[in-house]
Structures are given as C-alpha cells and as structure tokens.
C-alpha cells in the first residue's frame, strides 16, 4: 500500500529526447514536490505544487516542466534531455505547509546517453 | 550554496554503542529541522523532527539536539542496530516556507 509511488523506477534514454516521469500518492496531501538527487548526493528542490499552484520553482531549465492533473498527482515532464539531467529524481508530498514532513517516493534514476 | 552541511561522509560503529552524525547550518532563518533515513534503491524516509524553540527531542532509539547559537544539530542513535545502516540527510526549512534544504548525507554503518 504504497503512499508515494513514481513510475519508472529506471529510465534509460537517448539526449535530445522528451521523457515524463510520473509520481502518485494516496495521503491526501495538499503539497507535492520534485527533487533532483545529482551525482554529489545533494538532494535540491525543484518544484512543490499546492492546490495545482506552483509555489516554488527553483532555478531550474524551463525543459523541466511540472504537470499536476489533479491532488494526487504530480508529474514531471522532461523536453530535449541533455547528459547532465542524468541523476536520481525524487517525488515527495507533505500534508501542512508549515512543518512540513514530507513522505519520498522510492526514486526514478534517469540515465541520458 | 550549501545551507545544510553534512560534513562527515560516513560513520561507522559497534552495534550497541552511540551513533552521533552531525549537521551544521548556515541560515539563521531556518527554524524547522529534520533527519531523514535512506536504504539504497528507496526513497528518505523521515525520522524525526525539532524546531527551533527546542533543544532537544527524543523518540525511541533517536534524539535530536538543537544548538541554535552554534547553528549545529545533531542526531543519536543509542543502542545502534545493524537495520540503522543507511544514509541519514539532515533538512532544515522556515516557517511556512516548503522549501526544504538537504545536506549531503551520512552514510552510517553499524558492525555486528
């Protein structure tokens, strides 16, 4: 019973292509969020999405686009993928806002070739 | 940028004995903290949490201690078990703010 699931687990692709990655969870949480884990281990943020706002949106290339379709969803969508988008992508969703322990999926590693 | 430090890589200990991992910060504003446990191939899962009108918070097996003026935290574990191998990352974030800021992780071992 899977509170916070990402699909694919593994992602191998060609550079230049488009590629989605897709993130699901079942807490009933208001706030769900993209990570990038990169080679040096450092989990940074990328997007957290609130009732369908974006409210943050770090400096990240806008070939990164988050799409939620509804509370539960969270997907990201990845245009014209470069070598060094290869790294470990983390979905996650919180519940408050203010303290906000935030529930992992179990990680997507995209491999760009 | 790196707010959140985790400066020591790895740590390894005796089961039984006191793990310590340590984390420093560097934004005063930062008031809420966490540690997260991560197995290989899974996501963080969180462990435990303080803020900042705290010092210290215990659950079980794990206490967190807050020194604000030194902008240090730390996490320990006592007894250590052999299941507590695993990365832990040190979070911290503001008040009302779900940008949450991550070291780079501890990679803690526990010898039977």
């Known amino acids: 019973d899977t509170a916070v699931s990402q699909t694919p687990k593994y992602l191998v692709t060609q550079m230049g292509n488009d590629k989605s990655i897709k993130c699901e969870q079942n807490?009933?949480?208001?706030?769900m969020y993209w990570y990038k884990q990169d080679s040096k281990k450092f989990l940074k943020i990328m997007f957290s999405?609130?009732?369908?706002?974006?409210?943050i949106n770090e400096t990240v290339p806008n070939r990164f686009s988050p799409k939620s379709p509804d509370k539960a969803h969270l997907n990201l969508h990845i245009n014209s993928l470069e070598l060094g988008d290869s790294a470990v992508y983390f979905c996650?969703?919180?519940?408050?806002?203010?303290?906000?322990?935030?529930?992992f999926g179990p990680g997507t590693r995209l491999t760009v070739l | 940028d790196q707010q959140v430090k985790q400066n020591s890589p790895s740590l390894s200990v005796q089961e039984g004995r006191i793990s310590i991992l340590n984390c420093d910060y560097t934004?005063?504003?930062?008031?809420?903290f966490l540690w997260y446990k991560k197995y290989p191939a899974e996501g963080p899962t969180f462990l435990i949490s303080?803020?900042?009108?705290?010092d210290k918070n215990e659950d079980g097996r794990f206490t967190v201690f807050l020194n604000k003026s030194a902008k240090h935290l730390s996490l320990h574990i006592v007894p250590s078990q052999p299941g507590d191998s695993a990365v832990y990352f040190c979070?911290?974030?503001?008040?009302?703010?779900?940008?949450?800021?991550f070291g780079a992780g501890t990679r803690l071992t526990v010898k039977p």
């Open positions: 996650a969703s919180s519940q408050d806002p203010v303290y906000n322990e935030q529930f």
């Open positions: 807490l009933g949480h208001d706030t």
């Open positions: 999405y609130n009732n369908k706002e974006l409210i």
């Open positions: 934004n005063s504003m930062f008031d809420y």
């Open positions: 303080i803020s900042s009108i705290k």
């Open positions: 979070a911290a974030s503001e008040y009302n703010n779900n940008d949450m800021r």
